[in-house]
Structure formats: structure tokens, C-alpha cells
């Protein structure tokens, strides 16, 4: 490893951690935007974590040490899978650690403890948002590692950064396997993210609330963690997705220290495109009804299992 | 004994057209019932007079074809056994939460009537719910502190799954004891506090308020000043329905529809303060007429703003109608037959949307409705889709009325204060955006208020939300709620 790939490690877990709350910002601004509403400004979610880091925790009598915990379990998660996705640049030393089915199991950690955490106290929403969660997630995980088996039948390998280089590396053509997967990718996004049209981050109705409520119990740093781990974990779905499916732009291979630094307003174009593409499905899409998500979710795996089947029959 | 007969018997009170009012005796309470209940008319309203104000007396209000008939009972003070009137809940069974209220607040009890407080909560203990049992069968308890800022009110909900097997309501945490508070009043101010029972509907109750005691005082506003009380309710329906058909997409998950309803509505109540002063109209109606005159450049920045809202909110019902997500969430939510509503007493615009035909407007119309000619609009599906559609109708149409009345707004005085009036009762009957709002004035010496009574349409609806979402799902709760947008100040009283 060179050390210009350990700086690479560096920037791409602390603009991971600049960039989060900030690409919320922009989702929200651009929500706002399109819904003929004046936004708020793009640094609004900094303001509501340092608003949140200033408050003192206020928790539950009956709570566990697991509810402390979960906060820095989850957010800890979400540090480390920003670490092994390649945002930035594709020569990651920790890539090596974890591959892409790690990752996958990294967000399936975080999102048990989350869950645990939600029933430790006993409310009945927490109840509530861990089981619809729980249920989200069984069916959102397989449809996840069926997009990323795609990519890895397509680069012979399951580690993120060399399939991301790979696919960055070969002649620019359209395939059909990566469109179908997409599409199915940016369906697991929008349901493990908690966004319309599973989930809705803005309801203050809560019978309807699937990962608000399960943070209904979390106050001061700890509901700061949280929210910030949710951040971390829409913006490492997007990372995820521009190594998939718009992996140009990034560093690759044995490139030096201008592609790194090409690298960060590529990421800043792409983040806000994707934000923007988000913005415009949840502001168009109504909520589903709960009992929608299975179906939501199993056309996402579909649509995975046809892009494997294209990619099978057609070798593109 | 038909129920017409009653009517006959009874004599004229000032107020509302064609009421009237019939002491009951003892034998005759239930007799009045039933051949109402057989007629088919509905049960508008019951409420008790305390001792303070004279014999302890409980009064029924029917609403039947022809008119609106009182039936009261002296209850006396005499022994336990009498202190007990008949009961009126198998016939009328929203009768049921009323006769716990009467017994809260005056203390007169009812036959066979559920022991469990109901308006007060003061008397400690636990609060029985009903419990389900069954196999993984659980309880949701919510509220009264939600995780908005909305009202105060417990739901106890008893599921398996996501699914409902049963609601219940607990209510009554915003009771203030409002009746008290009306004593304290000159009948000729009370109007303020009856605009204040609940908020959304302040022009009904003024309204309400104000025709029970021109009524009861025998005094005769001018017409431009119905007029313009009419103008009034019809601006206050247009901001509830715009308000709800936002609240109803956003809680879908639309929020578009919440900023585009909202933006109209903001449009509107900017045009009621340039023209009446007011954004809400809460001290808009007063006794004898308006306490505010429409100008003309008033009349026409009004008639400009509800042409464009009318304009935009049909372009805004196709964006609903043609929304597949939409469409999903609100067809087939939180259904109510037209079969169970007439059973239950459903009433106003929730009514309406489940094929109960009423609409005080129309069916009995007082001044000036009877020279607007409004239409009527109904639904039978009774989903939350009906109930959405029934709101885009009755705004269409409320925004061509206030069109009409701008049209023919007869000039002259807008006020004509009453005289002040020594001993009279008067009823007051206005359908308001919910449904009808009753307001029973009974004025004692020295003008003062010697009972006042204001009833919210909430009243009946509220025991008719638990069964719209038997069988629906937990998360379709706030939606189906929302579509009935019922009242918990107007109801805890």
C-alpha cells in the first residue's frame, strides 16, 4: 500500500462524515423546493446535531445498557462501512477487510441493534417501529446481495473497490444487467433509508412511523448519533450505488494525487444529482400502505434476479 | 302517537325555524324516543340543566323532516329512584357518551347507562377499557400526548399484527367545563365564549349562538346581515375543507398536497382579513348581525381570491384523482355503510359521504339560504375517498355560493343590535363545516346567561370512528382520523 492510499482511506471516511448531514441538507432543500416550499438552509442538519450534542439525555428508568449502547453500535457501523466504500477513490487498504456481503452484514448489525434498542424500553411504538423494521429489512437484505451479486459476477470478485474499478475501468457501454439491478438497488435504497414511499422521515403521526419510532425513546447525544448514523447511512447507499452504477470519476488504479482530487467534485456533482432524483420520487410518490412493502420490496429482488438473468444469458 | 304529534304539542321557540319545544313527562321521554327512532329522524343533541338554573331538567333535541323538536324532563330533587331518567341508548346509541356527560356535569343519571366517567377525569382510579382477548392479541395505547401538536385524545387500540380488532376512545381532556363559564356571562357577550368552543367552527357557533338568542328575544336581524353571516360560514368551510384536503394528502405521505392546500388556504384567510378584518373569524358575527361590513373593493378581492382557489383546487382534485398512490391509500380506508351511519347517527360532511343525504342548508334552509339555493352534494362509498371527494364537492360548491351571495349582497345595515332580553330560550341550528352545530341559550334575569349549551356534530361521529377502523390497519389510523377531522374542544365542552 502507498501512503497516498492510506490518505485516500482517510478522506473518504472524514468527508463520509462532513458530507452526511449535508447531503440530508440538500435532499430536504431539494424536497422543499419541488414542493413549492422555501427551504431550509443546507446546514440545518449540522444545526440540529450541535442543537442535539447540547442537550442532556434524558432516558427511560426501565432502559438497559444495550439501549445506551445501540447509538454508538449503529454509528460505529456506519463509520466502517463508509471505510470500505469507495467513494472517492478505489485503492482503499481497508477494502480488503470487508467485502461487499461484509457490508451488507454491517447494516444488518446496526439495523438489529437498532431494533433491540427500540423494544428495550417497552414502549409500545418502539414495538411497533422494530417489527415493521425487522420486516423491511429481511426483505430489503436479499435483494441488496442480489444487486451485488450482479457486480460480482460481472468482475469476478465480491470486493467492493476492485468491482467498482472494474466496472469503472471497461469500454463505456449500456447494460441491460446493471439497468435492471439499478432500479432494483434504488428501491432497497428508498426502503432501508426510511424514505417515502416506506417510509416517511417527516410524519409526526406516530401509528404510522417505522424508524422514527423506533428513535421516539433517544434524546441529546444519543438521538444526535442516531440521526447522524441515518445520514451516514443514505450517503453510503448513494456511495454505494455511484461504485455500482456511475463508478467514473473516482480514482483508480495506480493514479496519483490530481485524480484524488478530481475525485471530490466528481462525488459533489454525483451526491447532488442523486439527492435531487430522490427529492423528485418521494415528492411525486405517495406513502405506501404497510402491507405494500412486501410487494414494493420482492419487485426489487425481480428486478435483481433479472439482471442476474440477463447478465447470465446475454454475458454483458 | 306519530312524532308529528309532538310537534304539535309542542309550543314555538324563537331560533332555529320550526322548533319546538315539549315538556316531557316522565312516561313520555321514552314514548318521544321512540316514535322519533321509528320516524326515522335523528337524535341532534342531549344535554342536562343543573339545579343551579331552576329544576334539574335533560333535554333531547330531535331533528325530524319539518322542524326541530325539544323534548325536556324535569327531573326534580326528589328521591334516588327519580333522579334516574330513562335511558336513551338503545335507541339512539351515540346517546350513550351524552348521558355520561350529563351525568358528569349535573350529576342527572340515566337508565341502564354505562358507569364510567366520561368528561371528567378527576375521580381517580384506572379507567376500564374493554379488554380483547385471543390469542396474540395486543394493546396500542396512544396519547392523549401525541408526537404532534394536535389535540388531546387516548386511543386504545386492540390489534393482532397490524390489524384493528377494536378502538376505544377516551375523551375529555380538554374538558374546561365550558357551560360554567357561560353563566358567567351577559347573553348579549356570550357570543365571544360560543365562538371559542371550538375553533375551526367559530362562525357556526356564533352563528348558532346568536340565532338563539335573536330567537329568544323574538328579534330580527336585517337581511344584509344574514347575508353576510352566510358569507361567513361559507369562507369558514372553504379554509376547513382546503386545510383537511392538504392534512389528508400529507398524511398519505403527499406532501405536496399539504403546501399547494395550504398556499389556497393562506390565500384565503389573507382575503378575509383584507375584506373583514379578520384572518379566522372569531369575533366576526355578532348579536343582531356583523360586527364588520364588507366594502366594495372587500367584496371584490374576495370574490377574485375564491374564483382563482375554485379554479386551482379543481386542477388539484384531478392531481388526487389521477394519483395511483393516492388513490391506494384513501379507497376502501376507514369504510362506514350508509347502513351502519344510519344506525349510528353519522352526521354532517362524514354523513354526507357515507349516504346520509342531510344538510340543514338544504332540508330546512334559514336566512339567507333559502334565496341561495345551494346544492346538495353526497357520496355513498364512505371510505376516506368518499370522504375527500365529499370535501372537493362542498368547496366547489361553497365557492360558488359565496359567488352568489357577493352577487346579491342586499344593502343596508349589517347590525341591528337586539334589545336586551329578560327570560327567554331560544335554540340555534347551523350547519357548520363539520355538520350541525346546536346551541340551546336560556336567558335569565338581568339579561344574564342562565344555561347555555353548545353542541358539536363531533358528538355523533366520534363513537362512529372506532367502528371505521375495525378490520383496517394500525397505520391507516391517522389517515381515517384525519378524514373525519372531529372535534375535541367542541366535545369535551
Known amino acids: 500500500m502507498r501512503p497516498i492510499d492510506w490518505f485516500t482511506q482517510a478522506l473518504a471516511v472524514a468527508v463520509a462524515l462532513a458530507a452526511a448531514p449535508l447531503f440530508l441538507g440538500w435532499v430536504n432543500q431539494c424536497r422543499a423546493w419541488l414542493q413549492n416550499r422555501r427551504a431550509a438552509s443546507l446546514w440545518q442538519p449540522y444545526l440540529g446535531l450541535r442543537k442535539l450534542l447540547h442537550k442532556d439525555p434524558v432516558i427511560a428508568r426501565e432502559a438497559s445498557p444495550l439501549f445506551r449502547a445501540a447509538p454508538y453500535v449503529v454509528f460505529a457501523a456506519m463509520l466502517a462501512a463508509a471505510a470500505v466504500i469507495p467513494s472517492m477513490g478505489t485503492r482503499l487498504p481497508m477494502g480488503a477487510a470487508a467485502d461487499a456481503i461484509v457490508l451488507v452484514g454491517l447494516f444488518a448489525t446496526a439495523r438489529v441493534f437498532l431494533a433491540l434498542a427500540a423494544m428495550d424500553v417497552g414502549t409500545p411504538f418502539g414495538t411497533l417501529g422494530a417489527r415493521r423494521e425487522m420486516m423491511v429489512g429481511f426483505l430489503a437484505e436479499p435483494a441488496l446481495l442480489m444487486v451485488v451479486f450482479v457486480a460480482s459476477l460481472i468482475s469476478a470478485t465480491t470486493a467492493l473497490p476492485v468491482i467498482s474499478e472494474h466496472l469503472a475501468l471497461r469500454p463505456l457501454e449500456l447494460s441491460p444487467s446493471l439497468a435492471f439491478t439499478g432500479v432494483a438497488f434504488t428501491m432497497v435504497l428508498l426502503a432501508e433509508n426510511a424514505r417515502i414511499p416506506i417510509d416517511n422521515p417527516a410524519t409526526h403521526l406516530e401509528l404510522t412511523m417505522i424508524h422514527e419510532a423506533m428513535v421516539l425513546e433517544y434524546s441529546g447525544r444519543h438521538l444526535a448519533l442516531m440521526e447522524f448514523a441515518a445520514s451516514l447511512k443514505l450517503l453510503n447507499y448513494a456511495c454505494i450505488g455511484f461504485a455500482l452504477f456511475l463508478p467514473w470519476g473516482s480514482a483508480t488504479g495506480r493514479s496519483g494525487p490530481l485524480a484524488l482530487a478530481l475525485a471530490l467534485p466528481a462525488l459533489g456533482a454525483k451526491l447532488a444529482l442523486a439527492g435531487a432524483a430522490l427529492a423528485t420520487i418521494e415528492t411525486v410518490s405517495a406513502k405506501l400502505r404497510v402491507f405494500r412493502a412486501p410487494e414494493f420490496l420482492a419487485t426489487a429482488f425481480l428486478l435483481a434476479v433479472l439482471g442476474m438473468l440477463v447478465h447470465l444469458l446475454l454475458g454483458d | ?493
Not at chain 2, 320516524?39 to 343551579?52: F, K, P, S, T, V
Not at chain 2, 398524511?251 to 393562506?266: M, N, P, V, Y
Not at chain 2, 378584518?277 to 358575527?285: F, I, K, P
Not at chain 2, 364512505?382 to 366547489?396: I, K, M, P, T
Open chain 2, 1 to 493: 302517537m306519530g312524532h308529528r304529534a309532538w310537534f304539535d304539542r309542542g309550543r314555538p321557540i324563537g331560533g332555529a325555524p320550526g322548533a319546538r319545544l315539549v315538556r316531557a313527562g316522565r312516561g313520555e321521554w321514552r314514548a318521544i324516543a321512540e316514535d322519533f327512532a321509528a320516524a326515522g329522524a335523528r337524535l341532534l343533541a342531549l344535554w342536562g340543566q343543573g339545579g343551579e338554573a331552576g329544576e334539574p331538567t335533560v333535554f333531547a333535541a330531535y331533528d325530524a323532516a319539518h322542524g326541530l323538536l325539544i323534548a325536556a324532563l324535569g327531573c326534580g330533587a326528589g328521591d334516588d329512584s327519580s333522579s334516574e331518567y330513562p335511558g336513551l341508548q338503545d335507541l339512539f346509541p351515540f346517546a350513550a357518551r351524552m348521558q355520561r356527560a350529563v351525568r358528569d356535569l349535573v350529576g342527572l343519571r340515566a337508565s341502564a347507562m354505562d358507569p364510567r366517567p366520561w368528561l371528567r377525569h378527576g375521580d381517580g382510579g384506572d379507567y376500564p377499557f374493554v379488554r380483547v382477548a385471543g390469542d396474540g392479541v395486543h394493546e396500542i395505547p396512544v396519547g392523549p400526548v401525541h408526537a404532534g401538536i394536535i389535540e388531546p385524545g387516548h386511543f386504545r387500540f386492540s390489534v393482532v399484527g397490524e390489524k384493528v380488532l377494536r378502538l376505544e376512545q377516551r375523551l375529555g381532556y380538554a374538558h374546561k367545563d365550558i357551560e360554567r363559564r357561560f353563566r358567567e356571562f351577559d347573553a348579549l357577550e356570550g357570543h365571544r365564549l360560543a365562538a371559542r368552543v371550538s375553533g375551526d367552527s367559530a362562525v357556526a357557533y356564533a352563528w348558532a349562538y346568536c340565532q338563539a338568542l335573536e330567537g329568544a328575544s323574538k328579534h330580527e336581524i336585517p337581511p344584509r346581515a344574514a347575508w353576510l353571516r352566510a358569507l361567513a360560514l361559507e369562507l369558514e368551510r372553504i379554509e376547513n375543507h382546503l386545510g383537511d384536503l392538504g392534512a389528508l394528502g400529507n398524511d398519505a405521505g403527499f406532501a405536496f398536497g399539504l403546501t399547494q392546500f395550504s398556499r389556497l388556504k393562506e390565500q384565503v384567510l389573507r382575503a378575509s382579513e383584507t375584506a373583514l378584518g379578520q384572518r379566522y373569524l372569531l369575533d366576526a358575527v355578532a348579536p343582531g348581525g356583523m360586527r364588520v361590513d364588507l366594502s366594495r373593493s372587500g367584496a371584490a378581492v374576495l370574490a377574485d381570491t375564491v374564483t382563482a382557489v375554485a379554479a386551482e383546487s379543481i386542477e388539484l382534485r384531478s392531481i388526487y384523482d389521477e394519483h395511483a398512490g393516492l388513490r391506494d391509500r384513501f379507497a376502501g380506508a376507514g369504510t362506514v355503510t350508509p347502513e351502519l351511519a344510519a344506525r349510528l347517527g353519522l352526521t354532517g360532511l362524514a354523513g354526507r359521504a357515507s349516504g346520509q343525504a342531510q344538510d340543514l342548508r338544504i332540508d330546512r334552509p334559514w336566512a339567507p339560504y333559502d334565496r341561495l339555493g345551494p346544492a346538495k352534494c353526497g357520496a355513498t362509498g364512505g371510505d376516506v375517498a368518499a370522504r375527500v371527494e365529499q370535501r372537493f364537492e362542498e368547496l366547489a360548491e361553497s365557492c360558488r355560493l359565496v359567488g352568489r351571495i357577493l352577487e346579491g349582497l342586499p344593502a343596508g345595515e349589517s347590525i341591528a343590535p337586539p334589545p336586551a332580553c329578560e327570560d327567554g330560550f331560544g335554540v340555534g341550528l347551523v350547519e357548520g363545516w363539520r355538520g350541525p352545530v346546536l346551541v340551546a341559550l336560556s336567558i335569565g334575569e338581568a339579561g344574564r346567561i342562565r344555561f347555555c349549551h353548545p353542541h358539536d356534530p363531533s358528538w355523533q361521529n366520534w363513537p362512529v370512528l372506532e367502528h371505521a377502523i375495525i378490520g383496517n390497519i394500525v397505520p391507516d389510523f391517522p389517515l381515517i382520523n384525519k378524514s373525519f377531522n372531529l372535534s375535541y374542544s367542541g366535545h369535551d365542552l
